[in-house]
């Protein structure tokens, strides 16, 4: 009886080799975009003490409510596979006392993160995020500055029919006065809306503005609207943010009911589609989190941020260039001194690939020419190791006296760059 054949977990995906030169495009872009104004590169651990996310990200949400990986190490502590990394780039901010940097101190990220949702395409339990905070700043500029970076970044990797949504959801004081207001309209109004919203009404009144039914639609489409409550600092933010996006030529559409799926939000919040997506059609999202750092246990610290699906981002963009692995050097022979050249040469800075998989000397000229190799070195299997070398271009061969002038010739004719 032959053993079953295993499968990766549901919800999880391999990045195959042809799937890496769409993946380092992006990865490219981003780190130029990114780096160019001044975030630098941060990583964070793939697990966290869990208290992290129920403090930073809200024991109300759906991610600390039934989406985290949650286990207990052997001194019974619970920690949890991150699900975002806002809170995580917080924790590390106030951990290394990066407050007597030069504020705001800009980071940016480039990780894997976990969530045990429903699997559908666009939508994982393990995916990647590309990701960008700025802590220690209130101007609404580093908003607006945000913003743009990540308009630049979908452009640039060619994702069509981007959207842009904005909104405001003012202070943690603010938000409380509008949400007392909200409850009572939803009480008001608690006949006409689904179960799942009426439960949770006291919970997270603000997600029945996400709900999907008819009934709970028509509620909402006249409930009290949190853009129409802010505090005149909040609604002159929130101006200042959309007056930089208006002259930088970034289209949004203001929406009043933008809720995100993260109780640490406050002031702007913002969320990238793409029409191309279907159903998940979220490319990326963030805002501000002026109270995260005090949820922490740190001093009071502003900070906005973004984070984009690496997934997402790939199914909706252009196919990148395909380029093609480089192979500078090809050698054939199964001796020591065959395989003594291959090391040598890629120590000399040359791409080189040794023939491995025993294939005749017609097979192996086929497989350099596979790859394109403008050399390929022939050595002799006996205790001579006599190196015949062929440029490929012109067909021309020559036996070369030994190693180190095999790899100058090949150096010498090496492509640019
Ligand atoms: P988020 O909206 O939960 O925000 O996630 C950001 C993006 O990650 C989503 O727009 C989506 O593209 C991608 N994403 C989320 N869940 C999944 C999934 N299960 N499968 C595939 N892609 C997914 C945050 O995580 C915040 N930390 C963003 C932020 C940074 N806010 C401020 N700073």
Not at 11 to 35: C, F, H, K, S, Y
Not at 269 to 274: H, I
Not at 283 to 289: A, F, K, N, Q
Request: include cysteine; proline fraction near 4%.
């Amino acid at each position: 009886m032959s053993a079953t054949k295993l499968q990766a977990p549901r919800g999880t995906q391999d990045v195959l080799p042809e799937q890496w030169p769409e993946r380092l495009n992006l990865e490219r872009i981003a780190r130029r975009v990114l780096e160019d104004a001044g975030y630098e590169r941060i990583e964070t651990p793939t697990f966290e003490a869990t208290e992290l996310f129920s403090r930073g990200v809200g024991t109300s949400t759906d991610i600390v409510q039934k989406e985290m990986f949650t286990f207990r190490d052997r001194g019974g502590r619970s920690l949890t596979l991150r699900p975002e990394g806002t809170a995580p780039i917080m924790r590390a901010y106030l951990q290394h006392g990066m407050h007597k940097l030069p504020q705001p101190v800009k980071l940016w990220y480039w990780e894997s993160f976990f969530r045990d949702e429903r699997t559908q395409a666009g939508r994982y339990k393990q995916f990647w995020q590309l990701g960008a905070e700025a802590i220690g700043g209130t101007d609404p500029a580093v908003d607006a500055e945000l913003i743009c970076l990540l308009h630049t970044i979908l452009t640039e990797v060619g994702v069509g029919a981007i959207g842009l949504r904005i909104g405001s959801l003012g202070t943690v004081q603010t938000r409380t006065a509008y949400r007392e207001k909200l409850i009572a309209y939803l009480r008001a109004n608690e006949d006409s809306v689904s179960a799942e919203v009426r439960e949770r009404i006291d919970l997270n009144p603000l997600r029945a503005f996400d709900a999907d039914d008819a009934g709970t639609r028509e509620v909402m489409a006249s409930a009290p609207r949190l853009l129409d409550e802010l505090d005149a600092a909040d609604a002159e933010h929130f101006a200042q943010v959309r007056a930089r996006l208006d002259a930088a030529g970034v289209g949004y559409d203001v929406d009043a009911t933008l809720v995100r799926g993260l109780d640490y939000y406050t002031r702007t919040v913002f969320e990238f589609t793409s029409e191309s997506l279907g159903a998940q059609s979220a490319l990326g999202g963030g805002g501000r989190y002026d109270g995260l750092a005090e949820q922490l246990g740190g001093p009071a610290t502003p900070g906005v941020g973004w984070a984009a699906g690496v997934e997402r981002i790939l199914l909706s963009a252009e196919p990148a260039p395909q380029r093609h692995a480089i192979c500078d050097l090809y050698v054939i022979g199964e001796s020591v001194a065959a395989f003594a050249l291959a090391v040598e040469g890629r120590r000399a800075g040359l791409a080189v690939q040794q023939e491995l998989a025993g294939r005749s000397l017609k097979g192996a000229l086929k497989q350099a020419a596979r790859l394109g190799a403008p050399h390929v070195a022939v050595v002799d299997d006996d205790e001579h190791g006599r190196i015949a070398l062929k440029d490929t271009e012109t067909g021309e061969q020559t036996v070369v006296p030994d190693t180190a002038a095999v790899i100058a010739r090949v150096l010498k004719g090496r492509h640019p760059g």
